[in-house]
C-alpha cells in the first residue's frame, strides 16, 4: 500500500504565494507521473500540473507562467509552487501518484487527502 502525504494549503491573498508538498510513501518500485489537481465548488476536478518520471512537465492554461511542478525523485516527492495568486485559484488541490510497487506489475494511481487553498482579500 502507498500513501500520500500532502502539506502547504491555507489563506493567502491575492498576489500571494503558497507551495505545496506532497510525499509518497510505502514499498515504492518508482513513482511515474506525478501531478496536481484541484476542484472548486460547482466544478469538475482539473489537472493543474502534471510532471513525468524524467521531468517532462504539463501544466493547465490557466496557471501557465504562475505554477511551477517539481519533483525530487529521492524522496519521491512532488511540489507545486503557485505565485500571483488569484481568486480562482480557490480550491481543494489534490496530490495525484502513478506508482509501481515492489511485487506489484501495473502501476497503480493514488489520491492524496486534498488540501484547502484560499486566495482572499
Known amino acids: 500500500q502507498v500513501q500520500l502525504a500532502e502539506s502547504g494549503g491555507g489563506l493567502v491573498q491575492p498576489g500571494g504565494s503558497l507551495r505545496l508538498s506532497c510525499a509518497a510513501s510505502?514499498?515504492?518500485?518508482?513513482?511515474?507521473?506525478m501531478g496536481w489537481y484541484r476542484q472548486a465548488p460547482g466544478k469538475q476536478r482539473e489537472m493543474v500540473a502534471g510532471?513525468?518520471?524524467?521531468?517532462?512537465?504539463n501544466y493547465a492554461d490557466s496557471v501557465k507562467g504562475r505554477f511551477t511542478i517539481s519533483r525530487d525523485n529521492a524522496k519521491n516527492t512532488v511540489y507545486l509552487q503557485m505565485n500571483n495568486l488569484i481568486a480562482e485559484d480557490t480550491a481543494v488541490y489534490s496530490c495525484?501518484?502513478?506508482?509501481?510497487?515492489?511485487?506489484?506489475?501495473?502501476?497503480?494511481?493514488?489520491w492524496g487527502q486534498g488540501t484547502q487553498v484560499t486566495v482572499s482579500s
Open positions: 495525484n501518484g502513478v506508482v509501481g510497487e515492489f511485487g506489484s506489475a501495473t502501476p497503480r494511481t493514488y
Open positions: 510505502g514499498r515504492i518500485f518508482s513513482t511515474y507521473f
Open positions: 510532471i513525468g518520471s524524467g521531468g517532462s512537465t
